[in-house]
Nanobody, 115 residues
């Protein structure tokens, strides 16, 4: 079955950086478009970044210029480098296909940006 396992979250001060990783298994990773999503308390889950199987990337306006998504097909891993973090980036971060499949959601990784 498909497993997506996120890691790399934590508590960071405003202006800090984190790098999230997501290891995929059970899918042909290289042909899938992948995305990083987040869900803040009381808000709907949103797509923050996606990377197509061609390597093309796209970002939500709120994270453009601060976040960078990348992938390593050999390691079946997608990354999210997050710089200049703001308190409003606080959320649980998930990876999934883009567009997502409901059966693929993992546990996510908590990112908290606070002084």
């Amino acid at each position: 079955q498909v497993q997506l396992v996120e890691s790399g979250g934590g508590l960071v001060q405003p202006g800090g950086s984190l790098r999230l990783s997501c290891v995929a298994s059970g899918i042909i990773f290289s042909i899938n478009h992948m995305g990083w999503y987040r869900q803040a308390p009381g808000k709907e889950r949103e797509l923050v970044a996606q990377i197509l199987n061609t390597g093309f990337t796209d970002y939500a306006e709120s994270v453009k210029g601060r976040f960078a998504i990348s992938r390593d097909n050999a390691k079946t891993t997608v990354y999210l480098q997050m710089n200049s973090l703001k308190p409003e980036d606080t959320a649980i971060y998930y990876c999934n296909r883009s567009p997502y499949k409901n059966d693929y959601w993992g546990q996510g990784t908590q990112v908290t940006v606070s002084a």
